[in-house]
Structures are given as structure tokens and as C-alpha cells.
């Protein structure tokens, strides 16, 4: 169904859209890119040895670089420090940080309560694949340019020799030629998301655990999936973003991307302060890292001895998001703490009182992964998603953080069912027990 819709809008768009002349031009160009059945690697009429030594540089460079979460998510700001005018890579970490946060709420304070920890390994493998199989394949095309730009010579024909489907090599050179950073930036989420789909979505392996998982499950139905961008201004810490409600459907992924591909540059101010904000604070994998009064990496062994008392559903999601863009409870309690002799990073975040969520970092619970090579094939075989090219992207909220807020009072109303029922049960867990099982799960 999705297929007909999409090849019947490009061909609308062909026929009477605005960019008719345009959207041929490069319609023609992919269709020449579908049309080569045999693609080979290129000949090299030149230095050989010298192009192999860029290859494996490039390789070295790329295999470094995809140890983690960590080390790809600071690899991609860094590239884009150097070189703005690819927006995609500015998306890529943005988007790299929540698949970071995504790992370790699975070992995080919530889901321990909620007694998932437990079943975490599948998810955390699956969006661990996925994190690794994008960069596996995107990196080097980002090198490449960088290699490219220095030399003042497309070097796309390269791209081959890294396994980089013909969608990508057509939209390359036509960077090279346009400069359209806008139309790479589509071509590039479109090619990423259609580059997993087969290899880790769509995979029986990843598909029967993963979906089963209740992680996966839960945040389908809660729709606790946001896809965040923190950023400061005047003092307060705003939460942009959009939320990933299908995400087994590639075409909700590619227009995801394309809506936090809008939130990042629709305003210049707000792009600057997400700029500021992933350049100035280090990804560590916990939501510490934009709400430190709220989230803390820090395990404390006395943490699950008590009940967990809410953070968020003592008031309306809009009046607490203010309250916590400022971070004022936090400080006022602290100040009040300090003031008393009591402090305490484990107090709690409620009517002046602050014991913070455990929400660890991603050294602290998961390990480096060792990968097997990236499947082989190219997606590339029709025009189904050239349309995502072309479609334009309706002007998006740049501050969701009330909507955050109410998914987080949704985890908060879980805990206290779930300790209704165990209650009720007559299942309630001693505090020793939770004690040395938070305590026990923390990586050593």
C-alpha cells in the first residue's frame, strides 16, 4: 500500500508539482543508478596504492570511531564542527544521543521498579546493532567528503568500495554538483533508515525478541518514544523534539528524521542553542546529562530501599515543566540541604525535597559489543522512497517538554499500580531485596 501511494505522489510531483523540472532531473539520475544492474568497482586510472591507503585509512578511522554509542555520537559532532554545511551529520548525533539514552534507561532507575531489567539484553543489542550498522555505513561517506573537500575533487566514485548502496553515489555527486545540503540531508536519512530495515528491523532474529520485549512493547503503547533535543536559553532548559510512534514502519522513520531534520533548522536561534548545547555537554548515555537536577548517574546503595516517590505527578505537566526548565526546586532544596546539614544527591524532587532518578551512564552498565561484518546487498531497488526527497516538511513545536512530562507521569502511574498490586498480591518486595539487586546490576 505504502509503496503505491508513494511511487503515485512522485509521479504527481513529476508531472504538475512546483519543482516538476527539478525533481525529473534527479529522478532521472536514480533511475540511472536502479538501471545499473551490475555495479563494479571502479578501475583506478591513477595511483592505486594511494587510493587503496585512503581505503583503509578510512576503514581504521571508522572501525575507531563505531566502538559505542559514545565514541560515534562525539565522531559525528565533531564532524560537523568541521563541516556545518552537512546538516545530516548535526541529526545523526542528535538522534545518536537518544539511542544512547534509550540503552541505559533499559538499566535505569524505572525499569528496575518495574522489574524489566531483567529482559534488557535483547532490546539493548537491537538498537545497539542498529546504532552500529548506520554509522558502519554512513562514516565513511562523510570521510570521503572530507577527504574530497580538501583535495577540491569528488571522490563519490570511491564509495563502492565501502559497500554504499547507488542511491547514496547518485546523491553525492549531485551534492558535488547542487550543493543542495537540504536534499542530502533527505537522501542520507532515507538511505540509513532503508540500510537497517532489512539487516536489524525486519530480521527474524532481532524481530521475534525485541517486539516480545515488554520495553519495546511498553513504549509503543505509552508512546514514551521521543526523539529529544535539549537546548538552553535565557536559563531554562527546553526539550525540543518529535515522537517515533511505528517504529518497525521505515516510512515512519524516514519521516521522523525528516521532522527533527525541520525542529534543528526552521529557527536560527533554536538551531544555535542545540548547536551550544551537543557541543558544550558531553553524551554520557544518562538523562543527566540535560536534566542533572532531575536524573543522576550516580548509584547510590540506598536508593531502592524506599518506595519510589513521584517526581512528576504531583501537579499539571505544564506548570512542573516549568518548573523544571529552571531547575529552582533543585536549587532551593539543595540550598535548604546544604543549609541543614542533610544534603544528599538521593533526596527527593518533590515539595523542596531531591532524590534524583537513577538513569546511569553507558559505561557503567553496558559493554563494548563485538560485531559481525555488515550484511551485504543494497536496498536500492526501486523509486518507493524518492518521494521523501521532495515532500515538504510542515513547521514543527520547538518545545515539547510538557508532552515529556506527561509520558513520564504515565511511567510514574505504572510504579504505583504496580506496587498497588503487589500489595494486593501480598508480593511486596523487602527493601533488602531491591537493595542488592540494583546494587548487583550495576556493571562492574
Known sequence: MWNLWNLARLEWTMRVGEQRSDVSAVVKRLRDALHDEHPTLPQESGDRDAVHVLIDTISDKTAKANRNNITRTDAYIEFFQQHPEIHWALLAHCVSRNGGWSMTDIKGEWCIRLDFEAQSSPFFHFLERANWLIFQDAYPQLLLYQEGKQRHQNLSHLLPYFHVSSFMKAMWDLFWEQGDKQLLTRALIINEQNHIESRVVQKPAYLHSVESSIQFRLESLLNM?????????????????????????????????????????????????????????????????????????????????????????????TRIAKRIKTGRALANALAEAKASGTGSTTTTFRDGKLRR????????????????????????????????????????????????????????RSLALKKRAAALLGMRTTPERQNSVCVSRKRR
Open 225 to 317: 518514544n521521543q526523539v529529544l533535543m535539549p537546548y538552553r536559553r535565557n536559563g531554562k532548559t527546553f526539550l525540543a523534539g518529535t515522537t517515533m510512534r511505528h517504529f518497525q514502519s521505515v516510512e515512519d522513520r524516514i519521516e521522523t528524521g525528516l521532522r527533527l531534520y525541520q525542529i534543528l533548522y526552521q529557527d536560527g536561534q533554536v538551531h544555535d542553542a542545540v548547536v551550544r548545547f551537543m557541543t558544550e555537554v558531553p553524551h554520557s548515555g544518562s538523562r543527566e546529562d540535560y536534566w542533572p537536577h532531575i536524573f543522576t548517574s550516580t548509584l547510590d546503595g540506598s536508593a531502592f530501599s524506599q518506595p519510589y516517590e513521584p517526581r512528576f505527578t504531583a501537579e499539571d505537566s
Open 357 to 412: 532518578i537513577y538513569s546511569p551512564s553507558l559505561h557503567d552498565v553496558w559493554r563494548d559489543v563485538q560485531h559481525a561484518a555488515a550484511e551485504s546487498g543494497d536496498w536500492f531497488t526501486d523509486l518507493r522512497h524518492v518521494i521523501y526527497l521532495f515532500l515538504r516538511t510542515k513547521r514543527q513545536p520547538l518545545d515539547i517538554t510538557p508532552g515529556y512530562v506527561n509520558s513520564m507521569q504515565i511511567i510514574e
